[in-house]
């Protein structure tokens, strides 16, 4: 039951802030243990694990995007928000909310954001 849509610009100009938000129905970001996470696709490679912000509103982020990333939550709203800053062409892909509830995943549809001047 529960359902994610991501939603942001799909056109972000290099050296700027990729900005998207998952709003969230049929489940609350604040329920304990469940984890929820951003996970992106570039065009032809696979998926890679951003970050995930948890029910109590720790965050943990990739190594590699650690210095670039940061991940939020407005719980009056029941949404959760990522932040990747100083964007290249390099970070254009599909990017996915997500949340594990008892080792099952359940995903957005995506978005893909472009990132060309």
């Known amino acids: 039951q529960v359902q994610l849509q991501e939603s942001g610009p799909g056109l972000v100009k290099p050296s700027q802030t990729l900005s998207l938000t998952c709003t969230v129905s049929g489940g609350s970001i604040t329920t304990t243990d469940y984890s929820w996470s951003w996970i992106r696709r570039p065009p032809g490679k696979g998926l890679e694990w951003m970050g995930v912000?948890?029910?109590?509103?720790?965050?943990y982020y990739s190594p590699s995007l650690k210095s670039r990333t940061s991940i939020s939550r407005d719980t009056s709203k029941n949404h959760f928000s990522l932040q990747l800053s100083s964007v290249t062409p390099e970070d254009t892909a599909v990017y996915y909310c997500?949340?594990?509830?008892?080792?099952?995943?359940?995903w957005g549809k995506g978005t893909l954001v472009t990132v060309s001047s």
């Open positions: 997500n949340v594990r509830i008892v080792a099952m995943d359940y």
């Open positions: 912000i948890a029910y109590d509103g720790t965050t």
